[in-house]
C-alpha cells in the first residue's frame, strides 16, 4: 500500500478503520486498537491504543497477545479481534464466535474450500500464558495459535463477498470502493 497504516486508508470516503469499528462497535462491550508507533494518529477514533510488549515488531500474534492482556485487566473472560483492514465483517461475527465456549475463529468457504481468517478469532485471555511462550519460540503465525488451542472454526457466507477481504494493495483498495457501494 505504499506505507503507512493500511486500516487509516479511506474507503468511502472513511478510514477503513472506522469501516471496521462501525461493523464490531454493536457486537462489542468495548473496543480498543492493536498497534505500534504514534498511537495519537488513532486519536480521531477516541479508543485506547494496544502497543505490543517489548519492543521487537511480533506481528499479529503480539497484538492478540496484548488484546488479551487488554481484556483481562477489564475483566473480561475473551477477546475478539479481527484485523484493521477488514471492512466488510459480517454483523454476526462476535454472537456466531461466542457460541463457542472456547477459542473460535472465523473461516469462508469458497470455490477453493475452506479458508481459515486466524487474526478474526475469539480468544479466551487464559491463552496468554501460551502465547507468550509461542512468541519466545519463534511463532508468529496466527494460524498457529488456532491450531494450538483447538479453537473451534465457524464458516461465513461469502454471497456478497470475503466478509474478511483484506485491504492489502491499491488494486484491492480499488475493488473495496466497488463493494462498497453496493454493501449493507
Not at 33 to 42: E, K, L, M
Request: overall charge negative; aromatic content about 6%; some cysteine.
Amino acid at each position: 500500500m505504499g506505507g503507512g497504516d493500511k486500516g487509516l486508508r479511506l474507503l468511502a470516503g472513511r478510514p477503513i478503520l472506522e469501516h471496521v469499528c462501525a461493523r464490531l462497535g454493536p457486537q462489542c462491550g468495548a473496543l480498543a486498537i492493536s498497534a505500534n508507533g504514534d498511537p495519537a494518529r488513532f486519536a480521531a477514533f477516541g479508543l485506547p491504543v494496544l502497543p505490543d510488549a517489548g519492543s521487537d515488531l511480533l506481528g499479529p500474534l503480539a497484538g492478540i497477545l496484548a488484546a488479551l492482556e487488554w481484556a483481562a485487566s477489564l475483566g473480561a473472560p475473551r477477546v475478539l479481534t479481527v484485523a484493521s483492514d477488514t471492512p466488510f465483517l459480517p454483523a454476526t461475527l462476535a454472537s456466531r464466535l461466542s457460541a463457542v465456549p472456547a477459542a473460535a475463529v472465523a473461516a469462508t468457504d469458497g470455490p477453493e474450500g475452506i479458508r481459515l481468517h486466524p487474526v478474526c478469532g475469539l480468544w479466551p485471555v487464559s491463552l496468554a500464558d501460551m502465547l507468550h511462550s509461542m512468541l519466545a519460540a519463534g511463532e508468529r503465525r496466527a494460524g498457529a495459535l488456532a491450531s494450538l488451542s483447538n479453537a473451534e472454526v465457524i464458516s461465513f457466507e461469502t454471497s456478497y463477498c470475503d466478509p474478511f477481504f483484506n485491504v492489502n494493495s491499491p488494486p484491492d483498495l480499488a475493488l473495496a470502493e466497488t463493494l462498497c457501494a453496493g454493501f449493507a
